[in-house]
C-alpha cells in the first residue's frame, strides 16, 4: 500500500519509520517471530488450507507425486507455507505483535485480511477478493473484483484494522474522500465491497426481465433458481415441435 494513499486517508507516519522485511526464503518465519509492529503487510502469502489443484501456482512444472507405495514423498507447500499456518496462530501472531492495520495482497489461495475473523477487536475493511489470483485473473479491474470501482492503491487488495485504530485516526479520515477513509469513519462498509455471485446476478436478470416481460416466466419455469437463461431456447424448440429433453435443466 502507498504511503501516499495512507497518508490522503488521514493515516500519518513517524519519520523515522522502520520497514523490516521478513521472507520465508530468507529463512525467517513472521509466524515463529516475535517482534512487534504497527502495520503488517502479507503479500501473497499462500496459506495453509491452500488445495492441491494451486500447486501450479507455485511450481514451474507438474509437481511429482505426493504419495508413492502408501509413503508420503513430500509435503509440498514445505517452502512456501509456514508449518505454523493456520487461522489461530496468524490471529494469535498478529495480537502479540500489537499491529493495528492488517493489510494483504492476494486471492482465494492466500492469507488474507478474513485471517482477523475472531479477534473482536480487529473489524475486516476491504475483504479479500474471493478468485483465485493467477495469470488469467490478474489483470481483473476492481468493479469485478470488489463490485464496484475503488481508488485503493492497488487490486487484489484485503484490509482490515483495530478498533482503536480506527477511533485514533477518525477525525482526520472524515476530512478524506479516499475508499479507505469512508471504510475506516463507517461511510462505507466491507458489505458494500462484497461482489454479487454470478449466480445471484443472474438469478437477477430473469426476475428482472420477467417483471418486463411476464410471459418469460413460463418459458424460464421459474421455480426457485431453477432452470437458466439456456432454458429459454430448449423451451422454444421444444414449443417448435421438437422433442422434449429427457433431463431438467440446471443452470
Request: positive net charge; charged residues 20%.
Amino acid at each position: 500500500m502507498s504511503m501516499s494513499y495512507l497518508q490522503a486517508s488521514g493515516i500519518l507516519f513517524h519519520p523515522r519509520f522502520r520497514v523490516d522485511n521478513v521472507n520465508f526464503a530468507d529463512g525467517r518465519d513472521f509466524l515463529r517471530e516475535r517482534g512487534r509492529a504497527d502495520m503488517v503487510f502479507v503479500p501473497r502469502v499462500l496459506h495453509g488450507d491452500m488445495p492441491e489443484r494451486f500447486l501450479h501456482d507455485i511450481t514451474a512444472s507438474p509437481p511429482p507425486p505426493l504419495v508413492e507405495n502408501g509413503k508420503r514423498l513430500r509435503d509440498p507447500f514445505a517452502n512456501a507455507v509456514s508449518p505454523l499456518d493456520t487461522p489461530a496462530k496468524w490471529r494469535a501472531r498478529l495480537r502479540q505483535s500489537g499491529a493495528r492495520l492488517f493489510v494483504t495482497f492476494g486471492g482465494a489461495q492466500d492469507v488474507s485480511s478474513e485471517m482477523v475473523n475472531g479477534m473482536p477487536d480487529f473489524s475486516v475493511l476491504v475483504p479479500t477478493p474471493r478468485l483465485g489470483l493467477d495469470n488469467q485473473t490478474a489483470a481483473m479491474p476492481a468493479n469485478i473484483l470488489y463490485g464496484r470501482n475503488t481508488d485503493l492503491p492497488f487490486t487484489w487488495m484485503g484490509v482490515a484494522a483495530q478498533s482503536g485504530f480506527l477511533g485514533h485516526v477518525h477525525d482526520r479520515a472524515t476530512a478524506s474522500r479516499t475508499t479507505l477513509a469512508q471504510l475506516m469513519t463507517g461511510r462505507m462498509t466491507a458489505q458494500d465491497l462484497q461482489p454479487v455471485p454470478w449466480i445471484e446476478r443472474r438469478s437477477a436478470l430473469r426476475e428482472a426481465l420477467v417483471s418486463v416481460f411476464p410471459g418469460l416466466r413460463a418459458m424460464f419455469k421459474l421455480q426457485g433458481n431453477h432452470v437458466g437463461l439456456d432454458g429459454l431456447q430448449r423451451e422454444t424448440a421444444n414449443a417448435k415441435g421438437h422433442q422434449r429433453p429427457k433431463h431438467g435443466m440446471h443452470p
